[in-house]
């Protein structure tokens, strides 16, 4: 399954979902309800830190297929 990481070892795991070509999706930390465009982390506490952090996704091999970088303490949304 393909899977979301932080530097911190926290892992998303997406499950059974499809994500078609040129689409995008969003995960949340947060608790909420899954959907095609939105996908939720269930946590009560934080992932990502307050002025920079780095994304990883990776396939069901655990294969690196991309990154997503911010550096900026300012940022509400970081959009890769």
Same mark, same amino acid.
Request: a positive charge; hydrophobic letters at 30%; one cysteine or more.
């Given at each position: 399954m393909w899977? #979301?990481? !932080? +530097? +911190?070892?926290?892992?998303?795991?997406?499950? *059974?979902? *499809? %994500?078609?070509a040129y689409h995008y999706v969003k995960v949340h930390t947060g608790k909420g309800t899954n /959907?095609?465009? !939105?996908?939720? &982390?269930? %946590?009560?506490?934080? #992932? &990502?830190?307050?002025? /920079? !952090? *780095? +994304?990883y996704l990776k396939n069901a091999a655990g294969t690196l297929k991309d990154t997503c970088s911010y550096n900026n303490s300012s940022a509400?949304? #970081?959009y890769c």
């Amino acid at each position: 399954m393909w899977t #979301v990481r !932080d +530097a +911190a070892s926290h892992i998303y795991t997406f499950g *059974t979902y *499809t %994500l078609r070509a040129y689409h995008y999706v969003k995960v949340h930390t947060g608790k909420g309800t899954n /959907s095609s465009t !939105d996908r939720y &982390w269930g %946590l009560s506490g934080y #992932v &990502w830190n307050n002025g /920079s !952090d *780095t +994304a990883y996704l990776k396939n069901a091999a655990g294969t690196l297929k991309d990154t997503c970088s911010y550096n900026n303490s300012s940022a509400s949304a #970081v959009y890769c």
